[in-house]
T-cell receptor
Framework: SQQGEEDPQALSIQEGENATMNCSYK?????LQWYRQNSGRGLVHLIL?????REKHSGRLRVTLDTSKKSSSLLITASRAADTASYFC??????????????FGTGTRLQVTL | KAGVTQTPRYLIKTRGQQVTLSCSPI?????VSWYQQTPGQGLQFLFE???????NKGNFPGRFSGRQFSNSRSEMNVSTLELGDSALYLC????????????FGPGTRLTVT
């Protein structure tokens, strides 16, 4: 079952605008990651934020994490048509030992139009 | 460095058959995870292997199994295929443990008829 819920499910903006996606999760985590998926292909890792971090930047991406509210947001600034994709948050829960196990959210489908 | 590769990319099988999917991780990566993606259930974790040992398993029936070889390449097998097994199967590799990002392959699109 999926742990995360993402909001909105779909987002349509014009090129140059900012896009904000939100993710909520249920259990305590080690880290939270954001991935992009183009049209049913493999996922591309965008950014990882650890549970003791509150904000992280990477190029046009800004991620925030609020562990008290169990939520995260991804901001894409100055969006481009090439940003059109589905975006997923994924959490790595505590108490999984050394194993890797990502639990994905439901995803936000972003459409950037010219 | 070459990325994660998965073979085959597309597969059509009939109910009741079995299927084996292959994944070659990025060179030097020792952890390989498998995920199933369907429109209804989204992305779900199947299992993870590290140094030929299964370290974690998701909530899938025993028809789903996997293994990892000494060169870190991994295979997953689904026996007695059901229509609901139609999905995109994604493999991901990571350097060592859960504190690092995972790198995904392009996936294998399995259609069960």
């Amino acid at each position: 079952s999926q742990q995360g819920e993402e909001d909105p499910q779909a987002l349509s903006i014009q090129e140059g605008e900012n896009a904000t996606m939100n993710c909520s999760y249920k259990t305590s985590i080690n880290n939270l990651q954001w991935y992009r998926q183009n049209s049913g292909r493999g996922l591309v890792h965008l950014i990882l934020i650890r549970s003791n971090e509150r904000e992280k930047h990477s190029g046009r991406l800004r991620v925030t994490l609020d562990t008290s509210k169990k939520s995260s947001s991804l901001l894409i600034t100055a969006s481009r048509a090439a940003d059109t994709a589905s975006y997923f948050c994924a959490t790595d829960a505590l108490n999984t030992g050394t194993a890797s196990k990502l639990t994905f959210g439901t995803g936000t489908r972003l459409q950037v139009t010219l | 460095k070459a990325g994660v590769t998965q073979t085959p990319r597309y597969l059509i099988k009939t109910r009741g058959q079995q299927v084996t999917l292959s994944c070659s991780p990025i060179s030097g990566h020792r952890s390989v995870s498998w995920y199933q993606q369907t429109p209804g259930q989204g992305l779900q974790f199947l299992f993870e292997y590290f140094s030929e040992t299964q370290r974690n398993k998701g909530n899938f029936p025993g028809r789903f199994s996997g293994r990892q070889f000494s060169n870190s390449r991994s295979e997953m097998n689904v026996s007695t295929l059901e229509l609901g097994d139609s999905a995109l199967y994604l493999c991901a590799s990571s350097l060592r443990d859960r504190l690092t990002e995972q790198y995904f392959g392009p996936g294998t699109r399995l259609t069960v008829t």
